[in-house]
């Protein structure tokens, strides 16, 4: 995956961590982030953060505005040549998204539950910063509908929806509350043991 990442960023005539610095500011909004919290996503300390946003900003890619919450803060947003290298990214092909489409609808679903378990682990550890996971969302009901091809309710959308479709960044994600979030993990957790995931 580090070496797919490395070849659709060159071609893209970006580095891995500018590339992953774009596609993470491309998908918080119009708002823009701050470079803390730029730094503090990417695991990165905040100079490094700040080399690869002043190389993107100077590709015409980001742009530094005025954080709209606070006048004296700088937010960086994505420019509309930005957008357009970030859908590119996200049109490539890697050697990875081939080889996980030699496996079975059920095994990508198993695969991602097993993906989600790891990131919840690694965020509980303070491995990693926390991530906009369908199943720590104040939207997410998990196993709520007897249908096991689509198990779980999106409150936001008022719509089910089945386990490959759980999302690992979803751009409408609100965090749960603690005690809402633990309650939601012990069924979902319960139920990826005792349920199949969508086939």
Same mark, same amino acid.
């Given at each position: 995956?580090?070496?797919?990442?490395?070849?659709?960023?060159?071609?893209?005539?970006?580095?891995?961590?500018?590339?992953?610095?774009?596609?993470?500011?491309?998908?918080?909004?119009?708002?823009?982030?701050?470079?803390?919290?730029?730094?503090?996503? =990417?695991?990165?300390?905040? *100079?490094?953060?700040?080399?690869?946003?002043? +190389? =993107?900003? $100077?590709?015409?890619?980001?742009? &530094?505005?005025?954080?709209?919450?606070?006048?004296?803060?700088?937010?960086?947003?994505?420019?509309?040549?930005?957008?357009?290298?970030?859908?590119?990214?996200?049109? +490539?092909?890697?050697?990875?998204? $081939?080889?996980?489409?030699? =496996?079975?609808? &059920?095994?990508?679903?198993? =695969?991602?539950?097993?993906?989600? &378990?790891?990131?919840?682990?690694?965020?509980?550890?303070?491995?990693?910063?926390?991530?906009?996971? /369908?199943?720590? /969302? $104040?939207?997410?009901?998990?196993?709520?509908?007897?249908?096991?091809?689509? *198990?779980?309710? /999106?409150?936001?959308?008022?719509? *089910?929806?089945?386990?490959?479709?759980?999302?690992?960044? /979803?751009?409408?994600?609100?965090?749960?509350?603690?005690?809402?979030?633990? +309650?939601?993990?012990?069924?979902?957790? $319960?139920?990826?043991?005792?349920? *199949?995931?969508?086939?």
């Amino acid at each position: 995956m580090r070496a797919d990442q490395w070849g659709v960023a060159e071609e893209s005539g970006l580095n891995p961590t500018q590339a992953h610095v774009l596609t993470f500011v491309a998908g918080r909004g119009a708002t823009g982030m701050r470079v803390r919290s730029i730094a503090d996503h =990417l695991g990165v300390a905040q *100079p490094t953060a700040t080399d690869s946003i002043g +190389a =993107l900003v $100077r590709k015409g890619l980001l742009t &530094k505005v005025a954080d709209p919450e606070d006048a004296r803060a700088v937010a960086i947003r994505v420019t509309p040549a930005g957008h357009d290298v970030v859908r590119g990214l996200g049109l +490539a092909i890697t050697s990875a998204e $081939r080889a996980l489409e030699t =496996l079975s609808m &059920k095994e990508q679903s198993t =695969l991602l539950g097993l993906v989600i &378990k790891t990131i919840r682990a690694l965020q509980q550890a303070g491995a990693i910063p926390p991530q906009r996971l /369908c199943v720590s /969302c $104040r939207y997410f009901r998990a196993y709520v509908h007897d249908d096991e091809d689509i *198990p779980h309710h /999106c409150a936001l959308v008022d719509a *089910p929806f089945g386990g490959r479709h759980l999302r690992l960044d /979803c751009p409408e994600h609100e965090q749960a509350e603690p005690e809402a979030l633990d +309650a939601a993990w012990k069924v979902f957790d $319960r139920g990826a043991d005792d349920l *199949p995931m969508s086939t």
